[in-house]
């Protein structure tokens, strides 16, 4: 079983559309693959509809989820993954909403700072390398960057301006951790926190604020990911082994944007089965009286 819960499209800052990456999630052998956009659950649609109609039979599950962007109280970024959970939550929606707004202008202030610095990039410019209105990141400036021949890359233009202790770093608005896994588990969903200690993107969240996250309802820890050294991924384990914790593994797939490959990193089945049953969305959406027919695995 190849499972991947962890995987980007360009509904936000992957290069891949939800087609795309349905189409390589079934080339890979992949038995369960989950969306997790940054702050949307604009791919859904269009990946679902990819798993129905592609060509030849399929036993690809597709799980939907997203990668919330939240911040601690010390400012630190943490990114939150919520699966399975109810899409048409509103509470959960307005907050996604709330975050993908503020990126706009977060956006031009980053602008702004290069500009004063004398890189004379327009927003529009960073508009263009944007699908739709998929969640503005980075990534898509540092396409800019590219498209302008500034950099070669987008890990050049991360690694020469964009990254988070540059001076050219601003944050946004984003939820605390606490109130992102108390919203995916109103919705029914399950949280899993992405790559937790990643150090090389910034500062990491310390141990204490784990009990925290697991008091407010953490179900589980991305501990395999390739922004995890072998050291961190023991200290991981650790945790999780003593804090009753499920342990994921994921690509963090970015089609081109990345060098991440899908299922370079997975999830054992029984971790994954350990998840699906602390979900309580397939309860709550087949309870008498309610009609909900929105299911958190989509299987042809
Ligand atoms: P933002 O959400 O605007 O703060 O941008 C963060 C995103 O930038 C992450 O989700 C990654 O996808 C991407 N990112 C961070 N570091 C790099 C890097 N070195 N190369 C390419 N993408 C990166
Ligand atoms: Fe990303
Ligand atoms: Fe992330
Ligand atoms: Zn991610």
């Not at 927003?123 to 969640?135: N, P």
């Not at 310390?206 to 953490?218: K, R, T």
Request: glycine content about 6%.
């Amino acid at each position: 079983m190849l499972i991947d819960l962890h995987t980007h499209s360009n509904a936000s800052d992957g290069t891949d559309t939800p087609t795309q990456l349905i189409e390589k999630a079934i080339k890979r052998g992949l038995d369960v693959v989950a969306l997790t956009d940054h702050d949307t659950t604009r791919g859904w649609e269009e990946a679902s509809q990819a798993l129905f109609q592609h060509p030849s039979h399929t036993s690809l599950q597709l799980v939907l989820g997203a990668e919330i962007s939240c911040q601690d109280a010390n400012g630190i970024s943490i990114h939150m993954l919520g699966l399975l959970f109810d899409p048409t939550y509103e509470p959960l929606l307005d907050e996604l909403e709330k975050t993908r707004e503020n990126r706009l202008s977060r956006m031009a202030r980053i602008i702004s700072r290069l500009n004063e610095a004398g890189i004379d990039i327009t927003i529009d410019e960073v508009y263009a390398q944007r699908k739709g209105d998929a969640t503005l990141g980075r990534p898509h400036l540092a396409d800019a960057l590219v498209a302008r021949g500034d950099v070669s890359s987008r890990d050049e233009a991360f690694a020469a301006l964009l990254h988070n202790k540059s001076k050219f770093y601003i944050n946004h608005y984003s939820p605390s951790p606490s109130d992102a896994i108390r919203l995916i588990k109103e919705a029914g969903g399950v949280a899993v926190i992405a790559h937790p200690l990643a150090s090389q993107r910034g500062r990491t969240i310390s141990l204490e604020l784990f009990d925290e996250l697991i008091s407010a309802g953490l179900d589980g820890v991305e501990v395999d990911h390739r922004d995890h050294s072998e050291s961190e991924k023991s200290e991981l384990l650790k945790l999780a082994h003593e804090r009753d914790l499920i342990v994921t593994g994921s690509s963090d797939y970015h089609g081109t944007g990345k060098l991440n490959q899908l299922a370079e990193y997975t999830t054992h089945p029984r971790q994954w089965e350990a998840l699906q049953s602390r979900a309580s969305l397939s309860k709550s959406s087949s309870s008498e009286g309610n009609k909900k027919t929105w299911k958190g695995v989509i299987q042809r």
